[in-house]
């Protein structure tokens, strides 16, 4: 088919026509357009349509045969999309119906030979944007639009798509049929779920080949008004203040939608729908419809009537329409907050109150107040102050933090005989500011009567301390003061004693009438009760009131000091040498006095005896020390008393005669005493010390023969068979040669053992749990010595006395040796019972040393040892 190319501008008369269908119902609004020509014309051309002008041209192709064109438009406004196809016939065009509806056949422009001998360039396939309605109802698959190459006329040409929602997940949602180029929507669409498709169309021959070069598809989902507006929170919370100005911001409540925010669908608007409470009015609040934005829109606001709103919000997507749009509610909670805008007042104008003099932390008076602000907050809580009626600060007002209430709290102790009642004027506050434009209330402030009550005062001691001064030594019965105290109770005759409460040293008397102090004895400032010169005493003033009262008062007695001591020498003890001008003593004095009444002291001999200025001499140093040393040349090793002289330097001064033991000693080259020496010094001689030395050889000399007598005690007690007392002996009060045994049920024993006392083996072998109890116990033992192997014995005394003597020795064998039970009866004895006893060697033997065994072996002693007399 033959084409040609030409230029044409649109008719103005057919874009009228169809700017008067697409404005109608919508007014005359913005349009934008796109020109989507068919089947032989697959050209876009963008242009712009607005009060009835043309900005734009495009090429026209006229054809023999008429062409549709279909236009798509946009209505900015609503955001719908309309279809409207032109048929052309020539250079004409009969605009049609608005539609909602997709291009048919698109073909990409391909090179084509002109008549007079031009070449056009090549052009790729240019499609449009394909655009699906979501949620459509079918029937599927729906046909979106055909593609064709210009050369399908010529060869076999196959069609396919590739991309997201053809052979990449979502599988399937778009098909193309590969002959005829149809491509299909399978199932329904979802905005909210994909808003857009990108696939791209691919042309090839029967064998693969490429004919065209593939083209980009897009394909936009067209939303629909199918998703509610979804607040973000359902309640939502939020607080204004009370007395808050109209246009106070609030709060602000969000709603999202899920559809297209730039279309009607996703254009959400809010309103109010109720206000609970409608006080003052109903309208308290308004909203903004496109923000959510909640404010005050009338005055009134007050805690204490509302303290809180409930106000529903509706959120309408298409802008609010609600005819077609969709809408969903919140609640928004709206707290009224208190501002201090009621101060306190007092329940009454006048309190009182009663408090006993002297007393201090006691609640005199409580006071009362009403607010009606929030409990508990800065606006309510309750701050009261005293603004007249206690200069000196007897009182304070502290507030209870629970009630509220002001406690009228005494804090410095009031005096009867100086007020008897108090008038005060307090105020009360808030701890937060008023409002403001909120005065305070005459109500606010309110008159305290507190009335002192009179009590018996203790009396006191005007001067407590009371300090006098005087020097020591006065004689007794000695005025040194009047020490008084004052009664303040004025209003009440009674009268005050005096005593003593402590007085360390009993120095003191005082009258118990007017307080007058004398001395019962001398007062010695050197005394062990002062300190620093001070004497302290402690008297008691006590009324006759119900009940008494008493009071104290220390005295303080400063002591003058007198010079009433003598000096002491010191040291009292000295060591010498017995040569001159080896060593010497230095020497000096104390004094119990204070200064001026001790040095500089005097040091000097006395005359009598003459032997002392003879043997010694004294240098002074300085005014408390000096040296005493030999006069002569020589003098013999002892003990000296020396007498000295000591005079301080008091008026009058006062002297002492100290003696000092002088020890004298022969000294080294050092000018130490040596050991000989020290002991001469002493004052023992040459023959003392011989004497002690003798006594002390004398006394080791006895000790010594004292040990060598035990040891050689000790060896014959065990080289000698001695003889023990059977009260005494252990062995004895364990080993009972009375009884009878275990009977003849006892069978573990053999007595035939008493002949072969060697033999053990039996006794080792028995089984635990069947031994006697005067058996030994078998076990691990210290080691000793072996006892010596003895012969068989002729008879059974050899024997008893072997055995005896080897226990006697051996300290590890016990009283229960089971080798000393001779009550045994067992079977398999040799011996039928004791008597059946016998010796071959028997008349030959003596057996009166059994005597000797004590009154356990008498009977057996008589039995063989005396038995043939009788």
């Known amino acids: 088919m033959k084409r040609t190319w030409l230029t044409v501008f649109l008719i103005y008369e057919s874009l009228n026509i169809f700017w008067w269908k697409c404005r109608s119902p919508y007014g005359k609004k913005s349009l934008s357009f796109s020109l989507l020509f068919s089947a032989d014309f697959p050209e876009l051309m963008p242009g712009i349509l607005e009060d009835h002008k043309v900005f734009k041209y495009w090429d026209w192709v006229t054809s023999e045969e008429p062409v549709q064109i279909h236009i798509l438009l946009i209505h900015h406004s609503v955001r719908r999309n309309f ?158 203040d009370e007395g808050s100005k109209p246009g106070t911001y609030v709060m602000t409540v969000t709603a999202n939608d899920a559809d297209d925010s730039t279309t009607a669908n996703g254009m959400v608007r809010y309103r109010i729908v109720t206000q609970t409470p409608q006080s003052p009015s109903q309208n308290m609040f308004t909203i903004n419809s496109e923000t959510g934005d909640i404010v005050t829109v009338a005055a009134g606001l007050d805690r204490e009537k509302v303290q809180q709103y409930i106000v529903i919000v509706q959120a309408t997507d298409m802008e609010g329409n609600l005819n077609y749009g969709l809408s969903n509610t919140a609640t928004a909670i709206i707290s009224v907050t208190d501002v201090n805008d009621n101060p306190p007042e007092f329940t009454t104008s006048t309190y009182s109150g009663e408090v006993p003099e002297n007393r201090v932390e006691v609640v005199v008076a409580n006071l009362t107040v009403m607010d009606r602000d929030q409990p508990h907050s800065p606006n309510w809580n309750a701050i009261y102050r005293i603004i007249s009626g206690d200069p000196s600060g007897h009182f304070t007002i502290r507030t209870d933090p629970v009630t509220n209430e002001g406690m009228v709290t005494v804090v410095k102790a009031v005096d009867y005989e100086m007020n008897r009642a108090f008038m005060l004027t307090v105020m009360v506050s808030n701890q937060a500011p008023l409002a403001s434009g909120i005065q305070m209330s005459f109500q606010s402030t309110a008159g305290v009567t507190i009335s002192v009550t009179d009590v018996n005062e203790a009396p006191y001691f005007p001067t407590n301390h009371k300090l006098i001064r005087l020097e020591e030594g006065v004689p007794t019965g000695t005025v040194l003061t009047t020490f008084s105290a004052v009664d303040p109770d004025r209003f009440m005759q009674q009268a005050v004693r005096y005593s003593k409460l402590s007085d360390p040293a009993n120095w003191l008397n005082i009258n118990a009438t007017n307080g007058q102090i004398t001395t019962a004895a001398v007062l010695d400032r050197e005394s062990d009760y002062i300190k620093n010169n001070v004497y302290e005493a402690t008297f008691l003033a006590a009324d006759n009131g119900i009940p008494p009262a008493s009071g104290t008062g220390t005295l303080q007695i400063y002591l003058i000091d007198i010079n009433d001591n003598a000096p002491e020498l010191l040291p009292k003890e000295a060591q010498i040498c017995e040569k001159p001008n080896l060593n010497v003593i230095n020497i000096t004095a104390a004094d119990a006095d204070m200064d001026p009444n001790v040095g500089p002291f005097v040091f000097e001999l006395p005359s009598v005896p003459s032997a002392v200025r003879k043997n010694w001499t004294i240098t002074r140093l300085n005014g408390d020390y000096a040296q005493l040393s030999l006069r002569i040349m020589y003098l013999e090793a002892g003990v000296y008393d020396v007498p000295i002289i000591v005079t301080d330097s008091g008026n009058p001064p006062l002297y002492n005669t100290s003696v000092i033991k002088v020890k004298v000693c022969p000294c080294d080259e050092n000018g130490d005493c040596t050991t000989i020496g020290a002991v001469a010094a002493a004052g023992l001689g040459t023959g003392a010390i011989i004497a002690i030395l003798i006594c002390i050889i004398i006394l080791l000399t006895m000790v010594l023969l004292f040990v060598v007598w035990m040891k050689r005690r000790e060896k014959e007690r065990h080289t000698k068979q001695l003889l023990i007392d059977p009260e005494d002996d252990v062995r004895d009060n364990i080993l009972k040669y009375d009884e009878e045994g275990g009977g003849e049920e006892d069978q573990d024993y053999d007595l035939s053992q008493l002949q072969q006392p060697e033999t053990m083996d039996h006794v080792l072998n028995k089984t635990p749990g069947v031994r006697r109890v005067d058996e030994r116990p078998i076990g691990a033992e210290p080691q000793y010595p072996i006892r010596p192997v003895i012969p068989h014995p002729g008879d059974i005394g050899d024997f008893i006395n072997e055995g005896l003597r080897a226990a006697d020795n051996d300290p590890t064998a016990p009283p229960y040796d089971s080798l000393l039970v001779f009550d045994y009866e067992g079977s398999g004895s040799t011996a039928g019972s004791v008597s059946s006893l016998n010796s071959s060697s028997s008349g030959d033997q003596d057996y009166d040393y059994l005597n000797d065994w004590g009154p356990r072996f008498k009977k057996l002693a008589d039995m063989y040892g005396g038995g043939e007399e009788d």
Do not use: C
Request: no cysteine; proline share 9%; charged share 25%.
């Open 83 to 240: 279809l409207m196809m032109v048929q052309t016939v020539g250079r004409k065009m009969v605009p049609g119906d608005l539609a909602q509806q997709q291009s048919d056949t698109l073909l990409p422009w391909r090179q084509h030979q002109s008549p007079n001998g031009l070449r056009r360039q090549k052009r790729d396939w240019v499609i449009p944007p394909i655009n699906v309605p979501e949620n459509s109802r079918g029937p599927f698959p729906q046909q979106l639009v055909r593609i064709r190459s210009d050369k399908d006329k010529e060869i076999h040409i196959r069609y396919s798509i590739t991309g997201v929602g053809a052979d990449q997940p979502p599988m399937e949602v778009f098909s193309i049929d590969p002959v005829s180029g149809r491509m299909y929507v399978t199932r329904p669409m979802d905005r909210e779920e994909r808003a857009s498709y990108h696939l791209r169309a691919h042309a090839v021959d029967m064998n693969g080949n490429k004919v065209e070069n593939p083209i980009d598809l897009y394909i936009y989902v067209i939303d629909m008004n199918d998703n509610r507006p979804e607040f973000i929170n359902q309640v939502y919370n939020g607080s204004v």
